[in-house]
């Protein structure tokens, strides 16, 4: 399935502004997403994943049913065609 990548502006700064991409690709998993992601803007990897290929502690990424962390992590599959990836917010 084709999907459309909605990044968060804090992530602009490394897609040469873009903060929607199409991937028009057929892509199962979150994993295989973000792999085809990097293939066009590849300074996104090490803002998303952490040292050990994990999903950043203050990065969230949300694929059809909620966020992929509360789910199967980057072997979510793909069941929506919007993937919206932005920084976690926090306050008090």
Do not use: C, Y
């Amino acid at each position: 399935m084709a999907v459309t990548v909605h990044l968060s502006g804090h992530l602009k700064a490394h897609t040469n502004g873009e903060l929607e991409i199409s991937l028009n690709e057929d892509l199962a998993t979150i994993r295989e997403v973000l792999e085809s992601l990097w293939k066009i803007h590849p300074a996104l990897r090490d803002r998303i994943l952490n040292e050990q290929g994990e999903i950043r502690q203050h990065i969230n990424i949300f694929a059809g049913k909620g966020d992929v962390k509360k789910r199967q992590g980057l072997e979510t599959a793909t069941d929506t065609d919007k993937i919206h990836i932005f920084n976690a917010v926090s306050g008090g």
